[in-house]
């Protein structure tokens, strides 16, 4: 059976999810190091992450789940980046 390439274009592989999650909080970027403590101690869903050949995974339509489900505080719509923020303005 083929997988479809389409569906893995939505994985994000964990040590990239953080770049990903910046477009959406307004809060600084989760390290990767505390992702992996906050999944390997069981705090964050297990849908919302796979373990695929070793590596942690998430769907992109997870990450706004994944940024409520670390607690982290959601940019509002229509709001500006931080000054300072590594976020780009396009």
């Known amino acids: 059976m083929k997988e479809d390439p389409d569906a893995l274009d939505e994985l994000i592989v964990l040590t990239r999810v953080s770049p990903a999650l910046a477009t959406l909080i307004d809060d600084e970027t989760p390290k990767y190091r505390h992702l992996t403590n906050r999944i390997a101690n069981g705090e964050v869903p297990a849908d919302l992450v796979e373990y695929i ?3 942690y995974y998430v769907r992109r339509p997870n990450l706004l789940a994944l940024a409520q489900a670390l607690g982290l505080r959601l ?3 229509g ?3 931080r000054p300072g923020s ?3 303005a396009a």
């Open 75 to 77: 940019r509002q719509p």
């Open 86 to 88: 590594r976020r780009s």
């Open 79 to 81: 709001h500006p980046a």
């Open 53 to 55: 050949r070793g590596r």
